[in-house]
């Protein structure tokens, strides 16, 4: 499975974003991640949305403002990203795994290239 992510760009705090997630085959059998990388830090958990999309499953310091959703008719995810801090700016990264709603990257499978994301105070 190839995995693309798009829809990055700058904010203003306190906006919303959607950054997307378009695959090369079915998602359907997959749960889909999302990570982020800010400069000089390591990369970490975003969120998850299992199989058919029944669970999600949240950082922290996203839960409440950012929400993750699958069409795979279109195999196709998304993370709309409300309330936005200058914290939230990182390359975000969208990943597949065949585990249900992990939240460790060692526990993906596929990864996309990134979309930059930069959140101006």
């Known amino acids: 499975v190839q995995l693309q992510a798009s829809g990055g760009g700058l904010v203003q705090a306190g906006g919303s974003l959607s950054v997307s997630c378009a695959a090369s085959g079915s998602l359907s059998r997959y749960s889909m991640g999302w990570f982020r990388q800010a400069p000089g830090k390591e990369r970490e958990f975003v969120a998850v949305?299992?199989?058919?999309?029944?669970?999600?499953f949240y950082a922290d310091s996203v839960k409440s403002r950012f929400t993750a959703s699958r069409d795979d008719a279109k195999n196709t995810v998304y993370l709309l990203m409300n309330r936005l801090k200058p914290e939230d700016t990182a390359v975000y990264y969208c990943a597949a795994s065949i585990k249900p709603l992990p939240s460790d990257k060692g526990d993906y499978d596929y990864w996309g290239q990134g979309t930059l994301v930069t959140v101006s105070s």
């Open positions: 949305i299992s199989w058919i999309g029944l669970s999600t």
